[in-house]
């Protein structure tokens, strides 16, 4: 039976009383403009007003001017004013993580989880706020000293996509504001709401900090013009842009050609490698999260599986049993499990690769649509996987759906060349009990990957760590380790407390005064 008006009217009611509880002004909104959708049903919630051009040069100059008063202010200070977002987060946590759910189509638990990942990088930024420490280093010269220090960089710009459409902009947001720089940021124009959202939580935090300047955090609604404005701009010192490799060939050389410091997060055909002592049972799990886990549309899915020769026999079934009893439906309902893809060009994509794997001789277990959830322009799928000949094809490339690439091995350093010989590296996995496997993956020899883990899914990642991957995942990194270091610039200073002019490398140059 199709649901799809009796859900379009509640999703729309219940979105936009959550905007206004969370304090999204009406002038936000428009009767044309940027549309915002809800992939639940495929329907309209609102229009956004989108942001015109001649505003985001505006917008941008300001966020220049908010940061000559901020790179002033003392670390810890701001510090305090990303506390006080992680404050308005946390009593904002169910109404923004609902938003979540209804504009991107997350399950109850992800939504949720996408604003604890903001609060969580806002406590790790003001513990951060007093540690950016720079070094003393050894010098040379008789009565010297050296030392590095770190400064403010300028106005950070951050692209963020749908699939995490607030949780990429904190990771940015929270470090580079106790780093000393405005934030600028250009949202999805898949998920606009989301952002809206987050941008009034800040306003309330600017709110209750008596010495934060006007537009220190700024919101950008628009399409490609908007970023390319914002990429192009010599005033914005550092860029963000999360999205497919394809975006980031386009910005990466735009960035590169005015010497901008560039952070890119770009695609990932992330593979795990199940070895014969596996605990099979944990593995499993750890798999069918990765794999089928926001519908597919993680950056981080799993998509490649190398399973060794000895145990895909008893892989392939259970594995089967587990897709085949995955709840795929509304993801507000207790249960569900995997919600709808973002939109129809999603759900074309994945059957476009579902025939290739077909052609190219592989079983396809799953993929077909299911109907009679969310109406016409809703679009749920079963998640699939596809026991491949070989690695080639449609294995090669990242498709963001929920599709598995299973695969046989028979020797670790196959399994591994394979794992290595697709063009992103973002995340890995190995299941295995032996300890020299585990060591050889996360070894120099191992995975290419920004990260490589062993006995847990390559999804998921904590924010303590540096997120980000290597070659086409464009080799940025993000969150936590020392990524706030690309958010400064970096000072080098030699002091000369004698009354001598020592000259480095015994170099000799005397003058008469």
């Known amino acids: 039976m199709n649901i799809a008006p009796l859900h379009s009217a509640r999703i729309r009611d219940e979105a936009l009383e959550l905007l206004a509880r969370l304090g999204v002004p009406k002038a936000a909104f428009a009767t044309t403009g940027t549309p915002a959708s809800s992939p639940i049903t495929g329907e309209l919630i609102t229009y956004v007003r989108p942001t015109s051009l001649e505003e985001t040069d505006a917008a941008i100059g300001d966020a220049v001017k908010a940061f000559h008063s901020w790179r002033t202010t003392p670390p810890p200070r701001r510090g305090e004013f990303v506390r006080l977002i992680g404050e308005e987060l946390r009593a904002a946590k169910a109404d923004l993580g609902r938003l979540v759910t209804l504009e991107t189509g997350k399950v109850t638990s992800e939504g949720l989880g996408e604003v604890q990942e903001m609060i969580d990088i806002c406590d790790f930024a003001v513990g951060l706020s007093r540690q950016l420490y720079g070094k003393t280093i050894a010098t040379e010269r008789l009565d010297h000293r050296m030392m590095e220090t770190w ?29 000393g720089d405005p934030v600028v940021w250009k949202p999805s124009e898949k998920a606009p709401l989301t952002a809206l959202a987050t941008q009034a939580i800040v306003e309330r935090a600017v709110h209750r900090f008596a010495d934060a300047p006007t537009n220190l955090s700024i919101i950008l609604i628009g399409g490609k013009e908007v970023g390319e404005t914002l990429v192009d701009d010599s005033r914005v010192a550092v860029v963000s842009a999360t999205g497919s490799t394809a975006m980031g060939r386009a910005v990466g050389p735009r960035l590169a050609a005015r010497f901008a410091r560039a952070i890119l997060e770009l695609g990932g055909n992330n593979a795990a490698i199940v070895a014969p002592s596996a605990d099979l049972g944990l593995a499993i799990r750890a798999i069918a999260f990765a794999a089928m886990g926001t519908a597919g549309q993680r950056c981080t899915t799993l998509r490649r599986l190398f399973v060794h ?4 026999g008893q892989l392939a079934p259970r594995l089967a049993k587990v897709y085949a009893s995955i709840k795929v439906g509304d993801p507000r309902d207790p249960g569900t499990l995997v919600g709808p893809l973002i939109d129809r060009r999603a759900f074309e994509s994945m059957q476009q690769a579902l025939e290739e794997a077909r052609k190219a001789g592989g079983i396809v277990h799953g993929g077909e649509r299911i109907e009679g959830i969310g109406g016409a322009n809703a679009y749920y799928v079963r998640p699939a996987f596809c026991e491949m000949r070989e690695h080639a094809g449609p294995v090669l490339r990242e498709t963001f759906a929920p599709i598995l690439y299973l695969l046989r091995y028979s020797r670790l350093d196959e399994a591994i060349r394979l794992h290595n010989a697709v063009g992103a590296g973002l995340t890995s996995s190995i299941f295995t009990l032996d300890m020299r496997e585990a060591e050889t993956f996360i070894s120099a020899t191992g995975s290419d990957c920004g990260i490589a883990n062993v006995n847990i899914g390559p999804s998921g990642a904590e924010i303590g760590g540096a997120f980000g991957g290597e070659k086409e995942t464009g080799g940025g990194r993000e969150a936590g380790s020392d990524s706030w270091k690309a958010y400064m610039r970096r000072a080098t200073n030699t002091i000369n407390f004698g009354t001598q002019l020592p000259l480095a490398q015994g170099v000799q140059f005397d003058v008469q005064d």
């Open 309 to 312: 020769e000895n145990v895909y």
């Open 151 to 179: 400064h403010p960089l300028g106005v950070c710009g951050v692209i963020s996509a749908f699939n995490f459409p607030v949780a990429v902009w904190s990771w940015n947001a929270a470090l580079a504001l106790v780093c």
